[in-house]
């Protein structure tokens, strides 16, 4: 399961979401609000930006150049921000739990 929760009062929403996909997939597949990820997966819109509950931030998987400029470019960037896009959803993350930032709602 994974949880996309909102500050601006709407959800939280949860999902069952396949092994294998990445969030982003899950949430667009679910048409979950503010996951825009406007370049379908590749690490260069930043439109998939989520901040992950701290619990879960070790178990995402590395956070690679790429993406930790990609990240530094929004103004919401918080110490566990990470894109959608590179988060796999594997038995490590399963229950893992998610804020989508207010600029992208
Ligand atoms: Fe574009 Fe994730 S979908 S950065």
Redesign the pocket.
């Known amino acids: 399961k994974v949880t996309f929760k909102y500050k601006t009062g709407e959800g939280p929403v949860t999902l069952d979401v396949e092994d294998g996909l990445t969030l982003?997939e899950a949430a667009r597949l679910e048409g979950v609000d503010g996951i825009l990820?406007?370049?379908?997966?590749?690490?260069?819109?930043?439109?998939?930006h989520v901040v992950v509950d701290s619990v879960w931030f070790d178990k995402c998987g590395p956070l690679d150049a790429t993406e930790d400029v990609?990240l530094g470019l929004s103004p919401e960037r918080e110490g566990t921000s990470r894109?959608?896009?590179?988060i796999e959803v594997v038995d490590a993350v399963d229950g893992i739990s998610v804020t989508v930032p207010e600029s992208q709602i």
Do not use: K, P, V, Y
């Open positions: 982003m990820a406007d370049c379908g997966g590749g690490a260069i819109c930043g439109t998939c990609l894109l959608a896009c590179q």
